[in-house]
C-alpha cells in the first residue's frame, strides 16, 4: 500500500488508483511516462506494482495484451488469477501510438485497461501542448472509453472499467486520468471488484432448436466451425467442443483468422482451418448444416464474389457475444453463452437422440474429407525454391515442432502461419497469433507472455515467432524484455522481404512476378537484425544453414535470458 506520501500532505488519487489496482490482484503497469502521468509514475513507484517500460506507447500496449492473453489461460484454472492487462500512457500522442495495438486487443478479446494522463480539467481551454480529444481516439477500440473527471468517481470508473473488461465479450476499456484529478486529495476507498458473470447457458428454447437441426438424419455433411470464444471461454470448452464433434459426427474446422486453439487438432474430426482465400474457403465450408461456435471474423482479407456459405446451408450459431451470432450467414438457430457450458448442453441433447448410424456416416465422410484436405495441406510452407541453400518455412517450423514441442508460441510469422499452425498440432492454450492483422503486436505480446509465463507457478519456454517484416516494427521491444530479465526466445521467419504483399498483388492484379515492381516490399539492404537486437542488449545469431536450426534452437531454449534467432528462409 502507499500510504507514505511524498510531497503531498494527503492521499491522492493517484494513490488510490495503485491501491485499487493492489486490492485487484494486479501485479504489473505497462506503460511510457509523460509529465502528465507523474503523480501516477510517483505512486507505482512506492508500491509493489512492478512498472514495465516500453520504449514506443505500442510496445507496452501489446506486451499487456499478451500478457493478458497468456495470464487468460491461467485464470481459468486459478482463480485468483487476475488476467487484466494494465496500461499507462502519455496523454495523446502516447495514446495514438498505441492504437495499433489497442486494435489489437479487441479482435483478441483482450481483457485490458488502458489509462492515459490528460491536461487539468481547468486547464485545457488554453489549448496546450499534447491536447487532444483523448475519450474518442480510444472509443472505436474499446468496449468503454471514458474519462474520470472528479476523484470520488475514481473508485466506482475503475471497478467499471475492471468489470467491463473483464465480462464476456471481454475486451479493452480505456480511462482518462487528468494531472488535478490524480493531484486531488480524497478519503475513498477502492471498490471490490465482486463477482464477474459469464455469458450464461443458452436459452433454452433456441438450444432445443440447435440440438434437432443437429439431429437431422438427412444431413451427412455437418461441419463445425470453432472460434476463439472457445479458447477465450477455456480449456473446459475446448473439451466441450470435443465432446459435440463426437456425439454429431461433425468435422472440425478453425475459423479463419482464428488467434488461438479452439480445438484438439490431434483429433480424428479435427480437419483444417478455414482459409482466407475464398474458394478454399467455400470449399470447406460445404455442408449441409455448419455449427459457427464462438466465431467472429470468418471472413476472407478482401471482399469475396459468392456467399461463403452456400444460402440453403442450414446455420448454428453459438457464442458469448450477440453482435457476432447470425452477422455474416444467417441463424437457424441461435443461441448467445458461453461456448464451454452451451456446448456441453448441445452435446448432452444430441447423444440420446442421434442414432448411431448417423454419425456413422458423418464419421465416414468426415474422414474422406480429412483425408483429401490432409493431402493438400502436405507441403504447405515448403514453398519452390529448389536450389534456395536457405531453409524451407516447412524445414524450420518441423525443427522448431522437434526441439521445443511442449513450447508457448506467440506467433506474428505471416506467410509462415498458416504453416506452423497447420505443422504443428498445438494444445490449447499453447498457442497465440495476431488476430487483428495489424503487425507489430507478436513482438511486444511475446515479451508479455514470458513476464506472464515467468511469475507462474510452472513457467513454460516461451517463443516468439515471427517474420522479418514483423520484427521490424518494433526491435526495441528486445529492450524491455532484457530489461526484466525474462526468457524468451525469438525466431525470426527472414526472408528479407514483405512476401505476403507480394502474393497479394499476384492474387488481387493478377500476372507473374516479372509483372510488378513490388515497390516497398524488399530489405535491399538488409537490415542486420544481428547487432540490432545485441544493441538492445540481447544475444543473438544469424541462422543461415537449414541443419544448424535445431542445434541453435536448442541452446537458446536450454540458456535464460533473450536469445534471437535470425533464421534465413526462402519464400
Ligand atoms: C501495421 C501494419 N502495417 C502494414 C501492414 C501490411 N502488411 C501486411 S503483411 C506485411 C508484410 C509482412 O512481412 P513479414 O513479416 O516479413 O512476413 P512475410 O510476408 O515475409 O512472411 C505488411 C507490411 C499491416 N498488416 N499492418
Ligand atoms: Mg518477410
Known sequence: ?????????????????????????????????????????????????????????????????????????????????????????????????????????????????????????????????????????????????????????????????????????????????????????????????????????????????????????????????????????????????????????????????????????????????????????????????????????????????????????????????????????PADAAVVGDPGLVLRDLAGRVRPNIAEETVAARLETARETKERIDEMLADVGEGDAEDDPRASKAQLIDAMRRVAGDAYVVDESVTAKFPIMTRWDFDPGQFLTNKGGGLGYGLPAAVGAALAERDSEDPREVIGFVGDGAYLYYPQTIYSAVRYDLDLTVVVSDNRNYRILKDNTLDLLGGDERDHEFVGMDFDPPVDIVRNAESHGGRAELVEDPDEIEGVLGDALARDGIDVLDVLVHD
Not at 77 to 88: I, Q, Y
Not at 96 to 111: D, T
Not at 197 to 208: I, T
Not at 229 to 249: F, K, M, P, W, Y
Open 1 to 329: 500500500m502507499s500510504d507514505e506520501q511524498v510531497g503531498n500532505d494527503g492521499y491522492t488519487g493517484a494513490d488510490l488508483f495503485v491501491d485499487t489496482l493492489e486490492s485487484y490482484g494486479i501485479d504489473h503497469v505497462f506503460g511510457n511516462p509523460g509529465t502528465t502521468e507523474l503523480p501516477v509514475i510517483d505512486a507505482i513507484g512506492r508500491s509493489e506494482l512492478e512498472y514495465v517500460l516500453g520504449l514506443h506507447e505500442d510496445i507496452a500496449v501489446g506486451m499487456a495484451t499478451g500478457y493478458a492473453q497468456t495470464r487468460r489461460h491461467r485464470a481459468h484454472h486459478d482463480d485468483s488469477v487476475n488476467p487484466v492487462g494494465v496500461v499507462n500512457l502519455h496523454i495523446t500522442p502516447g495514446l495514438a501510438h498505441g492504437l495499433g495495438n489497442l486494435y489489437a486487443a479487441k479482435r483478441a478479446g483482450a481483457p485490458v485497461v488502458v489509462t492515459a494522463g490528460n491536461h487539468s480539467t481547468d486547464f485545457r481551454h488554453e489549448e496546450p501542448a499534447l491536447a487532444g480529444e483523448l475519450v474518442d481516439l480510444a472509443e472505436q477500440f474499446c468496449k468503454w472509453s471514458d474519462e474520470v473527471l472528479d476523484v470520488e468517481t475514481l473508485p466506482t470508473m475503475l471497478r467499471r472499467a475492471f468489470r467491463v473488461a473483464l465480462t464476456p465479450p471481454t475486451g479493452p476499456v480505456f480511462l482518462g486520468l487528468p494531472l488535478d484529478v490524480m493531484m486531488a486529495e480524497t478519503d475513498a476507498d477502492p471498490e471490490r471488484l465482486g463477482e464477474v458473470p459469464n455469458a450464461g447457458s443458452g436459452d433454452p428454447a433456441q438450444l432445443e432448436r440447435a440440438a434437432d437441426l443437429l439431429t437431422d438424419v438427412d444431413d451427412h455433411e455437418v461441419a463445425i466451425v470453432a472460434g476463439d470464444q472457445i479458447a477465450r471461454s477455456g480449456t473446459d470448452a475446448v473439451d466441450a467442443a470435443v465432446e459435440l464433434a463426437e456425439a454429431t459426427g461433425a468435422r472440425v474446422h478453425g475459423e479463419i483468422h482464428a488467434g488461438e486453439i479452439n480445438f484438439a487438432t490431434d483429433h480424428d474430426q479435427w480437419v483444417s482451418y478455414v482459409s482466407t482465400d475464398e474458394e478454399r474457403a467455400s470449399a470447406v465450408q460445404d455442408a449441409d448444416t455448419i455449427l459457427f461456435a464462438g466465431t467472429s471474423t470468418n471472413t476472407t482479407l478482401t471482399r469475396h464474389e459468392d456467399p461463403l456459405v452456400d444460402p440453403d446451408t442450414t446455420c448454428i450459431h453459438v457464442g458469448e457475444d450477440a453482435w457476432e451470432v447470425g452477422k455474416n450467414q
